[in-house]
T-cell receptor, first 112, second 114 residues
Framework: KAGVTQTPRYLIKTRGQQVTLSCSPISGHRSVSWYQQTPGQGLQFLFEYFSETQRNKGNFPGRFSGRQFSNSRSEMNVSTLELGDSALYLC???????????FGPGTRLTVL | AQSVAQPEDQVNVAEGNPLTVKCTYSVSGNPYLFWYVQYPNRGLQFLLKYITGDNLVKGSYGFEAEFNKSQTSFHLKKPSALVSDSALYFCAVRENNYGQNFVFGPGTRLSVLP
């Protein structure tokens, strides 16, 4: 069974630009969550989607948004990028909200 | 509000010795508890979970964890450490409530010395 895939793996953007990250969950998994990982803040929850509906949202500004498609694939978007948005963005999928999550390799975003 | 604490930033242990990585949590209701490991330049990998039942949970790679409700702890243990166990370990909790999400601890870096 293929694991969680994330594209692209690396991104370099400048302040003010926007970016879209993509996540393909494990087949059959309907829950997709996104996390921001930084050395100083650790793993911070962004949002969770289940069957195309946002189930939970973390404490991030409205510049961070996401969506989930009918095939469970998910995208997250960050608009008006700031230097502090530089981080590793991890996507995780699971069968349901309370099951163990399987993480992708992440997208490393660098904002210059 | 949910929270997870991992009181040690770094744990050093000699190969062959037992290891313990500590985790304490705070939730309002019943907790679902998880341990994950992150190797350098790789995503997080699931190790084990506690949902209900036996307080001692066994997981991947010989790891186990003990759920202690009175101490609100979920410490990760292994009887004999390997150098290859050196990695970053995260404890996570999720309350049995669709309105809550996973909360991860800050991580503990485990170094197993040969």
């Amino acid at each position: 069974k293929a694991g969680v895939t994330q594209t692209p793996r690396y991104l370099i953007k400048t302040r003010g630009q926007q970016v879209t990250l993509s996540c393909s969950p494990i087949s059959g998994h309907r829950s997709v969550s996104w996390y921001q990982q930084t050395p100083g803040q650790g793993l911070q929850f962004l949002f969770e989607y289940f069957s195309e509906t946002q189930r939970n949202k973390g404490n991030f500004p409205g510049r961070f948004s996401g969506r989930q498609f009918s095939n469970s694939r998910s995208e997250m978007n960050v608009s008006t990028l700031e230097l502090g948005d530089s981080a590793l963005y991890l996507c995780a999928s699971s069968l349901d909200s309370f099951n163990e999550q399987f993480f992708g390799p992440g997208t490393r975003l660098t904002v210059l | 509000a949910q929270s997870v604490a991992q009181p040690e930033d770094q744990v050093n242990v000699a190969e062959g010795n037992p290891l313990t990585v500590k985790c304490t949590y705070s939730v309002s209701g019943n907790p679902y508890l998880f341990w994950y490991v992150q190797y350098p330049n790789r995503g997080l990998q699931f190790l084990l979970k506690y949902i209900t039942g036996d307080n001692l949970v066994k997981g991947s790679y010989g790891f186990e964890a003990e759920f202690n409700k009175s101490q609100t702890s979920f410490h990760l243990k292994k009887p004999s450490a390997l150098v290859s166990d050196s990695a970053l370990y995260f404890c996570a909790v999720r309350e049995n409530n669709y309105g809550q999400n996973f909360v991860f601890g800050p991580g503990t870096r485990l170094s197993v010395l040969p």
